[in-house]
């Protein structure tokens, strides 16, 4: 059979996948890869809430007006390390996904983020230094588990959805991360009131020994092993789903088995007289000059875009203790019990996340189909850029004495908003539509590692930054930085330049996977469509 009949045959199976009606499966699939955004956001997101109760029962100072903290190094490590194996998954299991297949690799990944979790919790030590070198280690191979997730997850509902739909179901897996925030801080508020109530102790400043119970160690523990359960729970129907029809039919050149495999799931009417594909174009490479013409600045825009965007994204995480602090959510820890400290920073960081976090991504959802991703991130790096800068114009008004401490709340929880209705849903999705699928898992894992690059930066960088420049008022351990009012400056510059790169990211909405890509530019017309059934 020659090349060109082979792309017809090929162009015929996805062009029924393009047309197919939305039915039960596309439901399923959405519910087995988001799971992997839950459990993701689930750890990441709950190891910030442990932090300080590490630093109470592993780093105590006898005679300390204060309780116990992780010193900076140490917190780095901890909070750290798994956006670094984040990073080195997403490029790996990437890579991997695009030579292997999808769903060879993908119960890979879920299955080591189930294994990591509960081994993270168990972190074994007689002394401070080796209980968080086993937790750091373990918690480097889970983030390695999670960036697998990314361009894989991704590249799967991209390449099952419809034409007309296909923006809202990779959004709404993506957008599982939300109920992974909101479970991690609801898990942590049960567990610490749960052992608070079995185990009062008072304020450290009452009893620095006894505000902190022996039995506390077991919280954190929970909190972290809890986390294995969901994706555990997925891991069976992960491994059932078959193969992506466009993987089997662009990639392994099987036209017939892509045909067979999508009438089983998607209940797609079988075509006949179609056979294995005898021949293709031939592929060029991701180093090739082929590849930097076609596509070489879009892989520019979807990686910078994810860039700025993740460092402004996972500062904000660093200005929550100020707010908190400024509304009188938090007193200071020396007047709370180490349990009543977690208690009270889950509550509040999961009653951020509920009225603006989660509420972004499902309007993305809804949205996404409709004003494109092209402007959907223009709107929301244009509108974290002005609520950034007005919060940072008026800082000193918005953290004086008084009644403002609500608007400036009000403020912060729009910039989380409008990242999750804009950049932070529409970087995950882009990637996965607009590269050729031989190399479309592996580009969305080079876009993913830039943004966990910038979660790096954004986390740590302005860590340090965000400190006061009177040494006086820093946090123990760190060096005067340029205060949290520059910083905010700083992450405006971000999303200014995060708005500009978007300019670099073709519109897809209405487009098929093979338009965007060029994988369907050897045919001139569109082959007959299919009869689908519901």
């Known amino acids: 059979m020659g090349g060109g009949g082979g792309e017809q045959q090929q162009l015929e199976v996805l062009h029924a996948l393009d047309v197919a009606k939305t039915q039960w499966y596309h439901f399923t699939a959405i519910v087995v890869a988001g799971m992997g955004f839950f459990t ?19 780093y105590r100072v006898d005679g300390s007006p204060s309780p116990g903290t992780l010193p ?14 984040t990073l080195s998954g997403q490029l790996f299991f990437g890579w991997l996904g695009d030579k292997l297949g999808r769903k060879r690799v993908y119960g890979i990944t879920l299955m080591l983020m189930v294994l990591c979790s509960l081994a993270s919790a168990l972190s074994f030590g007689h002394t401070p230094t080796s209980v968080m070198a086993t937790l750091c280690f373990l918690r480097f191979w889970l983030g390695f588990g999670i960036g697998g997730d990314y361009p894989l997850s991704a590249t799967i509902m991209s390449e099952y959805a419809n034409k007309k739909t296909r923006g809202a179901f990779i959004a709404a897996v993506f957008a599982m ?7 991690g801080g609801l898990v942590a508020i049960l567990v610490s009131a749960s052992f608070r ?7 450290y400043g009452e ?15 929970i909190i972290l092993m809890l986390g294995a359960l969901p994706a555990a729970l997925t891991y069976y129907w992960r491994t059932k789903m078959p193969e992506t029809a466009r993987y089997t039919a662009l990639v392994a050149n099987n036209a017939k088995q892509a045909a067979a495999d999508m009438s089983k799931v998607l209940q797609v009417v079988e075509m006949r007289n179609i056979g294995n594909n005898g021949g293709s174009r031939r592929p060029f490479g991701l180093f090739s000059g082929e590849f930097v013409r076609r596509h070489g600045l879009h892989l520019v825009g979807t990686s910078a875009t994810w860039l700025l965007l993740d460092i402004a994204f996972y500062s904000q995480n660093l200005f929550q203790k100020d707010i908190f602090s400024a509304v009188g959510w938090i007193p200071k820890a020396a007047t709370m019990s180490a349990l009543e400290e977690l208690f009270r920073i889950a509550r509040a960081q999961t009653l951020i996340a509920l009225c603006g976090t989660v509420p972004g991504y499902w309007f993305t959802v809804a949205l996404i189909d409709v004003v494109g991703p092209f402007q959907d991130p223009a709107v929301g790096f244009f509108m974290m850029t002005l609520f950034m800068l007005t919060l940072a114009l008026p800082y000193h008004h918005w953290t004086a004495p008084g009644k403002n401490h609500v608007g400036f709340l009000l403020l912060y929880g729009l910039t989380f908003f409008f990242a999750n209705f804009g950049p932070n849903s529409t970087t995950f999705i882009v990637p996965a539509e607009i590269f050729p699928a031989r190399l479309r898992a592996t580009c969305h894992g080079i876009s993913a590692a830039s943004g966990k690059l910038g979660a790096i930066v954004g986390s740590f960088g302005f860590l340090y930054l965000a400190q006061s420049p009177d040494r006086s008022k820093t946090e123990h351990g760190y060096p005067p930085g340029i205060g949290v009012r520059n910083s905010l400056f700083l992450l405006a510059a971000c999303n200014l330049l995060g708005l500009l790169f978007t300019f670099l990211v073709p519109e897809s909405k209405g487009k098929s996977l093979e338009e965007m890509s060029g994988d369907a530019e050897a045919q001139e017309e569109a082959p007959p469509p299919l009869q689908t059934v519901l």
Request: glycine letters at 8%; one cysteine or more; proline letters at 11%.
């Open 197 to 203: 109530a079995a185990f009062p102790a008072p304020p």
């Open 72 to 85: 900076p190094h140490v917190s780095a490590s901890v909070n750290g390390v798994a956006f670094v194996g």
């Open 207 to 221: 009893d620095p020994v006894a505000s902190t119970p022996p039995q506390a160690d077991f919280v954190w523990r």
């Open 40 to 58: 993701d956001a689930y750890d990441l997101f709950c190891i910030s809430l442990v932090t300080k109760l590490l630093g109470r029962i592993y």
């Open 177 to 183: 991360q939300g109920f992974g925030i909101i479970t």
